[in-house]
């Protein structure tokens, strides 16, 4: 698949950016660990598991867009496969989201954590349909969902972060909060 040499230096940079970011999500869920709250683990497997599942995703699609397939079959297939299990995960994050007690989400949650990773996930369904026909086409499609999965965890993780420095700070020993000045 000749087509997929121009696309190399797309997926260094992509399937590089996605590895790095996985590890950063462990440090932030490292550094807040010390302040579980009572539904934590409830509110994890809605909001931070999804984030670095799209993480891998956007990670293993980079990985194997650079495998030397003889034929679009195989690719097209993972890329389908992908798709479908995307959006049968993201069944199981609606049902999780709706279930935890930690956190009531807003419209942004709701855009960010489930409708932003079906569309992604639904893309990777057309694009595994269009690169049986139209293989450059395919491609951009491809290139595409994974940039929007990608996207998608880098608000989540800054999202998740961001709350749990800004919003859920913990006081001090004296019950100060250090972000209120003396």
């Known amino acids: 698949m000749s087509e997929l040499a ?19 999500q462990f440090v932030v869920i490292t550094l807040i660990a010390d302040r579980p709250s009572q539904y934590a683990a409830e509110a994890g497997r809605a909001f931070a598991t999804p984030t670095i599942v799209h993480f891998t995703v956007t990670l ?21 496969g992908t798709g479908i299990g995307g959006v049968a995960y993201l069944v199981a994050v609606l049902r999780r989201m709706k279930q935890q007690r930690a956190y009531q989400p807003v419209f ?32 951009l499609v491809v290139a595409a969902a994974i940039l929007l999965l990608l996207l998608v965890g880098i608000h989540n993780a800054w999202d ?8 859920r700070r913990k006081p001090d020993d004296r019950g100060v909060d250090p972000a209120q000045p003396d």
Request: hydrophobic share 60%; proline share 4%; aromatic share 16%.
């Open 160 to 167: 998740a972060a961001s709350y749990h420095v800004l919003v």
């Open 6 to 24: 121009e696309w190399e230096s797309f997926y260094v940079i992509i399937g590089s950016a996605a590895g790095a970011l996985i590890g950063l």
């Open 60 to 80: 293993v699609l980079s990985a194997l867009v650079r495998v030397p397939w003889h034929s679009t079959g195989p690719f097209r297939l993972l890329v389908f």
């Open 108 to 139: 942004e949650d709701w855009l960010f954590h489930l409708l932003f990773p079906l569309a992604a996930y639904l893309t990777f369904v057309v694009a595994a349909t269009l690169l049986a026909t139209h293989q450059r086409d395919g491609l």
